[in-house]
């Protein structure tokens, strides 16, 4: 695609593209939001116009710039984002779906739509936006989104589905900003009209920044949104953990007063209640009696206890001190796995020393630091204990005889206070010392690792011992949140861009169509303008041309008629009336062609079609030039290859005018040589016959640079022609509108200074030679005829006057045609000669009047005007005249209409 003036330019912007590429990509990152997706992926854009513009050439660096972004080479900190690859094979499979997406919608460009801000159809602006921005972008979501459940540990193919749209909803409207942009500012090819960048570019910015605010605007009120129900839902964590740790605190205390209305506890009834409790209580790991003696009575003790269980029974751990009481396990429950501490002194432990030491000195339960408990039970891990003091009256006042204790697990309590919605929905860290590891933890690492938003923290007191609870919001939890929303977000986001560029496109497509247009009207303009300027010029010398035909005629009419005047010689007369009549003729003929080049122009020529005889065409053609051709001193021939015993169908008289035009101008040009006539027949189909008429000269010559213009009206080979040999210029321009008129074809071979070969071709149908019109009266006396003549010309009244008179008919002359109409009922004619153009009435209104009372047949009316066209002839007929007479008037075409309408009458 050659848009760039140089090679070097072209290199420049070949670099710029794929840097673009990954520069944009990690720009846009910053945009993520849900920690993972990019609400508008402008490198797909660049992909696509990049290898719009450089083919597959673009596909190597397009796919390295892929892969180096997916393997983030330059930042580590992209690792987090779940749709970006992070190993090898992820980001080969990635890149492989870029080129691919891109290659197609270039294809789809280049092969079928073309360029997206010159499309030639609307219609390719609807496929642009649903098939190239839309539906190809489908390729590189899937393709990528597949790569990450292949290889990516940390993607959840939970949410596949999810992320393919988003991943298409990105490129989809990264392809439909970034494309129109780029395109706007590359150059433009030498056919196709330019058109501003700066709307487009200036639409599409304004696009960009809404879709990137407007996502940013989102998210940070879905955040907050997520977060103010997250507070909501820490409260109902903290009131959750209250719950149950004062569960823990009832349950001990419920054990106690049991012991307490108990005077002899016996073991029985330690178990039926114990078992009660463990049955409630999952989270209690075992609950016991802990009875309360003075060392100098522990082997009392031994012994009681020994019987209780019907073993011997040791008291193991040692006083801390020599004046500890001991506090032995007399009673635990459940018994199963938990027999060997029976007999344990619990003073022996100085972690137990404390809270045991502070139990006495109220009746409320006491805890102990969190403990690494491991017994024979499968039951292991973090655990705390409350020990609730048991009094017995003594001489008026109390003191401790034991103490119920409890062993709870924290992880149980800790997984019922805390659903798995909650759990999902926080990263937890609880502790005893904000200084020392959490006891507790929902994730593997580190709460400051953990992918968290916002740090939330509250206390649990209980027992006399706190618990520091942190929660972080889970990234996880705030891109699944509101997810429909952010969706239809997107969509109306993709919606939105589509219909604004869509009328960006057709925006550009009219303007482009207006330039294109204002480009041609202006390249017509200035063609008219030269051709004007060249028709003025044709027609200036024209009217000098015209001028010289027209004067040199009448300059013969007028000097002879001035002779005449004086010579009383009836031979010099006749001779002077002889070209009197000669030059009238010449004159004639001008005003004819330029009435038949007018009425060609107009469409109103009508072509015939009646049977004629060729031969008898040529024979007259012959009689015509013979002579002339003799007088030059040139040679003239006819060479025809017709039969004599065909007749062809067509309009005899234009074929003949077309003849005159050509066989006039080869002897008008030749001086010495030949002018010969080759006629060629050969058949063309059972009733038609192709006819070639070669007129070929030795003459003057035409050059070749004037045989394109030799035909156009008003024109000769050159300005020096008329002046030399006369003429108008309309005849071969006349001939060959003739030719196209009737099917036909005139061309020309022409030498300078060699002669020119004029060729007519046409197609003629065929038909059986004609019979001659019989006439069964040869003694015609039109003499007879009674004739009304209407002129109001007094010399044209003198000169059918006398071609009348010359017939022997003496007419009967009215000036106008209501003196026609008025003679006419008052007398019998046979014959009306009515001229059209009278004052008082016209002969059109004088002729209508007659028809009132006289029909045609009854009163034959010649029309004798100088109107000739076809519409005047119409009109003519139309009111009622028979005929069409033309000034001026030829007398062998006025004896032979009224020898017409006297054979009528003689019959």
């Not at 990152?29 to 508008?40: G, R």
């Not at 030491?357 to 409350?386: D, E, F, M, R």
């Not at 040009?669 to 060629?680: D, L, M, P």
């Not at 010359?806 to 009967?812: A, D, E, K, Q, T």
Request: net charge neutral.
């Amino acid at each position: 695609m050659k848009n760039f003036n140089s090679k070097y330019h072209s290199i420049i912007f070949y670099t710029l593209f794929v840097l673009a590429y990954f520069f944009v990509g990690i720009t846009l990152t910053k945009l993520a939001f849900n920690s993972q997706t990019i609400p508008i992926w402008l490198p797909a854009g660049i992909a696509l116009v990049g290898c719009y513009i450089w083919w597959w050439r673009f596909i190597p660096p397009l796919f390295i710039a892929a892969m180096a972004f997916n393997l983030n080479i330059f930042d580590s900190s992209l690792h987090e984002m779940v749709l970006i690859g992070s190993s090898f094979n992820e980001a080969m499979y990635i890149a492989f779906g870029v080129v691919i997406q891109a290659i197609v919608g270039a294809a789809l460009l280049k092969c079928w739509l073309g360029h997206p801000l010159h499309f030639k159809k609307r219609k390719n602006i609807v496929y642009f936006i649903v098939v190239v921005a839309i539906l190809v972008s489908l390729i590189s979501a899937n393709l990528g989104v597949f790569a990450l459940s292949q290889f990516n540990s940390a993607y959840s193919v939970d949410n596949h589905w999810q992320n393919v749209i988003y991943w298409w909803l990105g490129d989809t409207l990264g392809v439909l900003i970034a494309t129109p942009s780029l395109l706007s500012l590359l150059p433009l090819k030498s056919n196709q009209h330019s058109i501003s960048a700066l709307p487009t570019i200036a639409v599409c910015s304004v696009l960009f920044i809404s879709v990137a605010v407007t996502t940013q605007l989102y998210e940070q009120e879905n955040r907050k949104n997520t977060i103010k129900i997250a507070e909501r839902e820490v409260h109902v964590i903290e009131n959750s953990l209250y719950r149950y740790t004062n569960r823990s605190i009832i349950a001990v205390q419920s054990l106690a007063s049991q012991v307490q209305s108990s005077s002899t506890l016996s073991q029985q009834d330690f178990y039926s209640y114990a078992d009660q409790l463990l049955e409630q209580h999952s989270f209690i790991k075992t609950l016991s009696w802990n009875e309360k003696i003075p060392q100098n009575k522990h082997q009392d003790f031994i012994k009681e206890i020994s019987s209780i269980y019907h073993s011997s029974i040791e008291i193991v751990g040692e006083p801390l001190e020599k004046d500890d009481p001991l506090i032995i396990v007399k009673y635990i429950a459940p018994f199963s796995g938990n027999q060997k501490v029976i007999g344990f002194n619990i003073l022996s432990n100085s972690d137990l020393k404390g809270p045991l030491l502070k139990s006495n000195t109220g009746h409320l339960p006491v805890g102990t630091k969190i403990i690494q408990l491991l017994t024979q039970s499968k039951v292991s891990g973090p655990t705390y204990l409350l020990f609730t003091p048991v009094y017995s009256q003594n001489e008026n006042r109390e003191t401790v005889k034991g103490y119920a204790t409890g062993v709870f697990l924290i992880h149980s309590i800790i997984e019922q206070a805390i659903s798995k919605q909650q759990s999902e929905m926080f990263s937890i860290d609880i502790y005893e010392d904000i200084n020392k590891p959490p006891f507790y933890n929902n994730y593997a690492e580190n709460l400051d690792q953990a992918k968290g938003s916002r740090i939330m923290s509250f206390n649990i007191n209980f027992g006399g011992q706190q618990w520091i609870v942190k929660l972080a919001l889970k990234e996880s939890f705030l891109a699944q949140h509101n997810n429909q929303f952010t969706l239809l977000l997107l969509v109306l986001q993709v919606a939105v861009c589509s219909l604004i560029l869509m009328v960006l496109f057709l925006f550009n497509q009219q303007q482009i169509e207006l330039t294109r247009q204002v480009t041609e009207r202006t390249h017509s303009l200035a063609q008219a303008k030269k051709q004007s300027d060249l028709a003025n010029q044709a027609k200036s010398q024209f009217l000098a041309n015209m001028s010289h035909e027209i004067r040199t005629p009448l300059n013969a009419v007028i000097g002879f008629s001035s002779l005449a005047r004086k010579d009383d010689s009836a031979t010099t007369l006749i001779g002077y009336l002889d070209k009197i009549n000669s030059s009238s003729k010449s004159l004639l003929g001008l005003i004819n062609d330029i009435l038949d080049i007018s009425k060609i122009e107009s469409q109103r020529l009508v072509i015939e079609y009646i049977p004629f005889d060729f031969n008898a065409l040529i024979q007259r053609i012959n009689n015509m030039f013979e002579q002339s051709a003799s007088n030059k001193g040139i040679d003239w021939k006819i060479n025809s290859s017709l039969q004599g015993n065909v007749w062809f169908i067509g309009d005899s008289m234009r074929i003949e005018q077309i003849l005159l035009n050509l066989c006039s101008n080869a002897i008008k040009f030749t001086s010495k040589g030949s002018v010969t006539v080759n006629i060629e027949a050969k058949l063309s189909a059972s009733n038609k016959t192709q006819l070639t008429i070669s007129v070929i000269d030795t003459g003057i010559g035409i050059k070749e640079s004037q045989h394109k213009n030799l035909f156009n009206a008003f024109t000769q080979a050159d300005s020096s022609t008329s002046r030399q040999f006369g003429g108008t210029g309309l005849g071969l321009t006349i001939a060959k509108e003739l030719s196209q008129l009737m099917n036909a074809e005139i061309t020309l071979q022409s030498e300078l200074n060699k002669g020119s070969t004029f060729t007519l071709s046409i197609e003629l149908a065929t038909t059986a030679p004609q019979a001659p019109p019989v006439v069964e009266n040869t003694n015609i006396n039109i003499a007879s005829l009674k004739i009304l003549v209407a002129e109001d010309n007094p010399v044209n009244q003198m000169v059918i006057k006398a071609m009348l008179s010359s017939l022997g008919i003496v007419p009967h002359l009215v000036e106008n045609g209501e003196m026609a109409v008025d003679i006419i009922k008052q007398q019998n004619f046979d014959l009306v000669l009515m001229d059209c153009q009278m004052p008082v009435m016209d002969g059109y209104r004088a002729t209508a009047l007659i028809r009132q009372f006289k029909t045609d047949k009854e009163l034959p009316i010649i029309a004798l005007t100088a109107d000739v066209m076809p519409e005047d002839k119409a009109h003519a007929q139309a009111v009622g005249f028979n005929q069409h007479l033309a000034k001026p008037l030829e007398l062998s075409k006025l004896s032979e209409c009224l020898t017409q309408y006297a054979v009528v009458n003689e019959q």
